[in-house]
C-alpha cells in the first residue's frame, strides 16, 4: 500500500463522505470504501483511471480538478482528499481554497521539493532530480508545481486553513508527525501529509495536534485496524 | 442502426400491446388526454420474485421495442442486440429487460398512425403534442400495472437517455438506477434546427397531405427520406464519414450530373429510402416535436440540479462520446454537474471514439468496459 494511503485510511472517519480529486485507478476510494465504509465520489482526468473506477464499482466523474471543482456544492463531503496531486495541479491555490469550501476537510499530500535527496541531486549533478519520489525525467513529470514543506505551510496560512495534523512519510515507514514549519523537516520529510480544514484566522498559531506517530502501520489488506486519533478535540 | 450476431434463442422473451385501462387515460403535458393508451413492447428474461431485476430500456427517436430480438418490421438484429443477450452487458438471464416503443411512435403504441376514437380514422395530425415527460408517464404507469415498484435500472442513449433523465426527475422513488447516453438535459438552438430542417421536408412533400396521406392511399416517402438523410449526417461525424466513404466514387469516372457519383451519396439515399419502409411521417413530426420541447431545468426554475433533488438514492451512470457533435460532451458533463450539486452518486465518462453520436450502438470497447462495470456493481449492491 502506498504510505499516504495507510495514512489517509487512518485519518478517514468511518461511513465520511468523501471526495477524492485525481482518484486514478480508485485505489485509495476502494479501500476507503471496503475498511471505512465511506460514501465516495471519485474525480478523475485519465479515461483508463475513470474505466478502472467503473468497473471497480466506484462513483466516478471524468473531470479536471483544475475546473471541475467549481462545481460541487459546499459542503458537500466531510473530506476532500488531495494525494499527490496537488503539484499536477494548474492551479494549486484555488484547488485548495476549493477543497475546503467543497469539504470540512481536506487531506493532501505532495512529495517535498525540500528533501535532502532533491537538493543533493540537484547540486551534486546540476540535473532536475529523478529520486524514488519523483522518479520521472523533468521532460515527461506530470508534475508542474513543485513545492517543499516550507512552501505549503506558507500557502495553507495565506488561505487561511487550519493545519490539523502534519506528517511526513516514507515508503514502508510508519508516519511520523511534524511540524509544518519545521527548519529541518523541510529537508528530511520526502513527502507530507497535512489535514486541513476551515478556521478563523487567529487560531493559525495553534500548534497542529498529533495524529500520527504511536500506530503501527495498518497490514495491507486484511490486517487489523490501527487504533485512530479523533481529529478535533 | 447496426447490430451484432443474431440472439440466442435459449432466451424467454415476451412481449405485445399493454393497454391502459379505460380508466386511467394518459394526461398529457399540453392538458390533453389519451384515451386509449397502448404500449407495444418486448421484454427479455424473467421477474425475479422480488421484482427487483427489472430493466427498462429507452429507444431514440427512430427506435423501437426490438432492442434485443429480431425486428419483426426489418427482419434485422434489434438495435441493442449487442448489449443484450445471454453474456452481454444486460443478461437476461440475470434482469428482466421490459423495453417499449414510445408513445407518438409507430411500432405499436399509440400514435398519430393509431384510430382516433372520435372518428375511428387515424388521428394524423389530430393527435395530441406529447412531451418526453408523457412518454415517460406512460412507461411509468406500464410499469406499474406490472406490480413493479422500483426498476433497477432505466437506461437509454439519445432520446432514450433524456428519458432516463425525466425518469430521475419525475419517478426518483422508483429507480434504484440511471443510465444516460449520449443524450443531453435539453435541445439546443442546432438540435431544433436540424429537426425543422426534417419537418420541413416532410409537410412539403405533397403526399404529406397536411398530414392526412393515409386517406389518400400514399406517403410522404421522399420528404421522409430527406428528413432521415440529413439528421442521419448529425449522428455521425465528420472523421467516421472521413474513413468510411472518403471521396470514393460509386463506379469509375464522374457522371456529370447529378447521379450518385459519390459512395457517401449513395449510402444517405439508402438510409433515407430504408427508413421510409419502417417509420411513419406524422410519428417522425411528433418525436421531433417532444425532442425540442425537451428542457428537463425549465420546469425548475431552470435550475438543472433542482430537476434531481429527490435523485439522492439513485446511482447514476452518465456517458458521452469524444466525436458526437449532436449532444456533445458538454452537455452531459451539464448533467452530471446537476447531478454533483444535488447531491446525487454519480459517475461520468467521456468515450475516445470517432464514430459520433451513433456510437451507442456500434463495437466500442471502453463504452462496453464502462457499462459493464457500472452494471455489475449496482448489481451487486441490489443483491442480484
Same mark, same amino acid.
Given at each position: 500500500m502506498r504510505e499516504d494511503f495507510a495514512e489517509i485510511l487512518r485519518l478517514v472517519r468511518p461511513g465520511a463522505r468523501v471526495l477524492d480529486v485525481g482518484c486514478e485507478d480508485g485505489e485509495l476510494l476502494e479501500l476507503l470504501t471496503r475498511e471505512k465504509r465511506v460514501d465516495g465520489q471519485g474525480l478523475e482526468i485519465s479515461p483508463a483511471g475513470v474505466a478502472a473506477c467503473l468497473a471497480k464499482g466506484l462513483a466516478v466523474v471524468q473531470g479536471d480538478g483544475d475546473r471541475d471543482l467549481d462545481h460541487f456544492p459546499t459542503r458537500a463531503f466531510d473530506y476532500a482528499i488531495l494525494s499527490k496531486t496537488l503539484q499536477q495541479m494548474r492551479e494549486p491555490k484555488h484547488v485548495l481554497s476549493e477543497l475546503l469550501r467543497i469539504a470540512d476537510q481536506a487531506i493532501v499530500s505532495a512529495p517535498n521539493f525540500g528533501h535532502w535527496r532533491m537538493r543533493m541531486s540537484l547540486m551534486a549533478r546540476g540535473r532536475m532530480p529523478e529520486t524514488r519520489a519523483l522518479p520521472d525525467p523533468w521532460w515527461a513529470t506530470?508534475?508542474? /508545481?513543485l513545492c517543499t514543506l516550507l512552501d505549503l505551510t506558507d500557502l495553507c496560512r495565506e488561505l487561511g486553513l487550519r493545519i490539523d495534523a502534519c506528517a511526513a512519510l516514507t515508503a514502508g515507514k510508519p508516519a511520523r508527525p511534524i511540524r509544518p514549519d519545521g527548519f529541518l523537516e523541510n529537508w528530511r520529510a520526502e513527502t507530507v501529509l497535512f489535514l486541513l480544514s476551515r478556521q478563523p484566522e487567529d487560531r493559525s498559531a495553534e500548534t497542529p495536534k498529533d495524529l500520527f506517530g504511536e500506530v503501527a502501520l495498518p497490514k495491507p489488506e486484511t490486517g487489523p485496524k490501527p487504533r485512530r486519533k479523533r481529529a478535533k478535540t | 442502426m447496426d447490430a451484432g450476431a443474431e440472439p440466442s434463442p435459449e432466451i424467454e422473451t415476451g412481449g405485445g400491446t399493454w393497454r391502459s385501462p379505460a380508466t386511467k387515460p394518459l394526461r398529457l403535458d399540453s392538458g390533453a388526454t389519451l384515451s386509449p393508451l397502448e404500449i407495444g413492447y418486448k421484454t427479455y428474461g424473467r421477474l425475479n420474485e422480488t421484482k427487483t431485476n427489472a430493466v427498462l430500456v429507452c429507444h431514440a427517436? %427512430? =427506435?423501437?421495442? /426490438?432492442a434485443g430480438s429480431t425486428n419483426p418490421v426489418t427482419g434485422r438484429p434489434g438495435w441493442w442486440d449487442r448489449m443484450i443477450g445471454p453474456g452481454l452487458t444486460l443478461d437476461p438471464q440475470r434482469y428482466f429487460i421490459i423495453a417499449t416503443n414510445v408513445i407518438g411512435?409507430?411500432? =405499436? &403504441? %399509440? =400514435?398519430?398512425?393509431?384510430?382516433?376514437?372520435?372518428?375511428?380514422?387515424?388521428?394524423? @395530425?389530430?393527435f395530441p403534442v406529447i412531451t418526453i415527460a408523457d412518454m415517460v408517464r406512460a412507461q411509468a404507469m406500464m410499469i406499474e400495472s406490472l406490480g413493479?415498484?422500483?426498476? #433497477?435500472a432505466v437506461v437509454g442513449g439519445s432520446m432514450g437517455g433524456m428519458q432516463v433523465l425525466q425518469w430521475a426527475s419525475d419517478y426518483p422513488e422508483k429507480l434504484f438506477s440511471a443510465v444516460c447516453i449520449a443524450a443531453a438535459p435539453r435541445h439546443s438552438a442546432q438540435n431544433i434546427a436540424f429537426h425543422e430542417v426534417g419537418r420541413q421536408a416532410i409537410m412539403a412533400d405533397p403526399d404529406w397531405k397536411a398530414g392526412d396521406y393515409e386517406a389518400s392511399g400514399v406517403r410522404p416517402e421522399k420528404g421522409l427520406a430527406v428528413a432521415r438523410m440529413a439528421a442521419h449526417i448529425t449522428y455521425l461525424s465528420e472523421a467516421a464519414l472521413q474513413r468510411k466513404f472518403g471521396r470514393e466514387l460509386q463506379r469509375d469516372g464522374l457522371s456529370w450530373g447529378f447521379d450518385a457519383d459519390f459512395q457517401v451519396e449513395s449510402y444517405l439515399r439508402h438510409q433515407g429510402t430504408s427508413f421510409v419502409d419502417r417509420f411513419d411521417a406524422n410519428s417522425y413530426l411528433y418525436i421531433t416535436r417532444a425532442l425540442d420541447y425537451f428542457d428537463l431545468a425549465a420546469r425548475h426554475d431552470g435550475v438543472l440540479a433542482n430537476a434531481f433533488a429527490k435523485a439522492r438514492g439513485v446511482r447514476f451512470c452518465v456517458l458521452s462520446f469524444? &466525436?458526437?457533435? @449532436?449532444?456533445? %460532451?458538454g452537455e452531459s458533463r451539464d448533467i452530471v454537474r446537476a447531478l454533483n450539486a444535488a447531491g446525487c452518486r454519480a459517475s461520468f465518462a467521456e468515450i475516445e471514439t470517432?464514430? =459520433? /453520436?451513433?456510437? #451507442? #450502438?456500434l463495437d466500442e470497447p471502453q463504452f462496453d468496459a464502462a457499462l459493464r462495470g457500472f452494471f455489475a456493481s449496482a448489481a451487486q449492491a441490489r443483491g442480484l
Open positions: 506530470p508534475n508542474i /508545481h | 427517436l %427512430t =427506435g423501437d421495442q /426490438h411512435g409507430c411500432m =405499436g &403504441s %399509440t =400514435g398519430p398512425a393509431s384510430p382516433n376514437p372520435k372518428t375511428g380514422k387515424p388521428y394524423a @395530425l389530430s413493479i415498484e422500483t426498476l #433497477f469524444s &466525436s458526437d457533435w @449532436l449532444y456533445p %460532451t470517432d464514430k =459520433g /453520436h451513433d456510437a #451507442f #450502438f
